[in-house]
């Protein structure tokens, strides 16, 4: 039953990585990793003016700015996790739209 298991670990860990090979260019990383500072120092600068500017932190946009700001660093220093679950959970697929669309609410 072990080698089972494995087997489809391994699968999906094949998938994973090759789905996130596509995303593997250093501009896209760059991007990435000043959007993940730049909304963390526009955070920590004023909390305020900033959850006044996105329509105020609830109990949805918080947890996704902080995760998807953490997510945009890590894939933008070039960190990958070793798990598939982990590489999952920090996807940059869905980080980077849900970062963007925080600093275009704030930046607009």
């Given amino acids: 039953m072990t080698t089972v298991n494995q087997t489809v670990s391994n699968r999906i860990d094949l998938w994973v990585r090759t789905s996130h090979a596509w995303l593997a260019h250093s501009v896209l990383r760059v991007l990435a990793l000043s959007m993940g500072l730049v909304t963390g120092a526009l ?55 849900i970062l963007a669309g925080i600093l275009w609410l704030r930046l607009s």
């Fill in 43 to 97: 955070v920590i600068w004023d909390p305020v003016l900033f959850a006044e500017e996105i329509g105020g932190f609830g109990p949805v946009i918080s947890p996704a700015l902080i995760w998807s700001c953490c997510t945009a660093i890590i894939f933008g220093v070039g960190f990958v996790p070793r798990r598939w679950y982990w590489q999952l959970f920090f996807t940059p697929y869905a980080a980077l739209p």
